[in-house]
């Protein structure tokens, strides 16, 4: 089999069925299977899948086990040469995973790709692609600075926003949105960190897969579409504000702690923290 196409839903219903639709045209001639890990929706999503897409392999959870785990679960399963994480609030472009496939095949170096990743009114969504999320690119991210020095490589290594977003790059992490993996990645690296609930586990895998030889590639020659902010991690904001904290702590303690003074740390740790309460504020505020 060419493809398989892992995706976890967690009240999904308002996105799921334009995804599913979405993904013939985007494979066109390749073999494929679709892999649902379901983490205990609360409306009607597994309905959906049910009825309208029978072929899919649906797995349902009596409990929200988070996405790193249920998409372990789905990733186990898959019996392609090529694996597909893919959130459900993506619709594909015509030929866009085919296209992306191509390219991975003839470039044995790549490991992971991704295409480019736009929003429904046409803009490129920035957390497509990555630098290394050291803390002066998280805090010139945060404090903005990116945005007032838009082409200095140490205030834009957050999100690369220094490079040209049409052009295909090596980078150093993609996205989880739509993030196409060679399986024989997954054989020399293993499955994803369930360490992290969700969020970094992305960041995490092309850390580890750039350790083990492997080229992460950016493919702006192909696009799909995020409709971000419906259903998902959305639907239980506190819980994915503190999610998002948590696993960043995890993912610099595991990956970059140790190039820091515990002084440093120390501090760090604490704007962490403070910026995780600030966050919740502004979340209750918005409700």
């Known amino acids: 089999m060419d493809l398989s196409i892992c995706i976890v839903t967690l009240n999904a219903k308002r996105v799921i069925e334009n995804c599913l639709n979405s993904i013939p045209i985007a494979v066109k001639d390749l073999s494929y299977e679709i892999t649902i890990v379901d983490n205990h929706s609360l409306d009607n999503t597994t309905s959906i899948i ?26 186990k399963l898959a019996k392609g040469h090529w694996i597909l994480q893919l959130n459900p609030d993506v619709v594909l472009s015509e030929n866009s995973i085919k296209g992306l496939f191509a390219y991975g095949v003839n470039h044995t170096k790549v490991g992971l790709c991704e295409p480019k990743v736009i929003t429904p009114d046409g803009k490129f969504q920035e957390s497509t692609r990555r630098g290394l999320a050291r803390p002066l690119a998280v805090m010139s991210y945060f404090l903005g600075l990116h945005k007032y020095f838009p082409t200095n490589k140490h205030f834009t290594e957050y999100q690369l926003n220094h490079l040209d977003e049409n052009k295909i790059q090596i980078v150093k992490g993609i996205s989880g949105t739509c993030m196409l993996t060679r399986r024989k990645v997954f054989e020399d690296i293993g499955y994803l960190d369930q360490a992290f609930f969700a969020y970094q586990e992305d960041s995490d895998f092309c850390i580890r897969a750039e350790k083990a030889g492997w080229e992460i590639h950016y493919n702006p020659n192909f696009i799909v579409t995020h409709h971000t902010g419906q259903g998902g991690s959305k639907s239980v904001a506190y819980l994915a504000n503190f999610e998002w904290h ?10 970059f702690s140790s190039d820091y003074s515990g002084i440093f740390n120390s501090f760090y740790y604490s704007l962490m923290i403070l910026k995780c309460v600030f966050s919740a504020i502004r979340i209750a505020l918005k409700q």
């Open 50 to 75: 049910e009825k309208k897409f029978p072929e899919v392999k649906l797995i349902q959870k009596s409990r929200n086990d988070g996405y790193t785990h249920s998409m372990n679960d789905a990733l």
């Open 246 to 255: 948590r696993s960043y702590y995890r993912y610099y303690k595991k990956h």
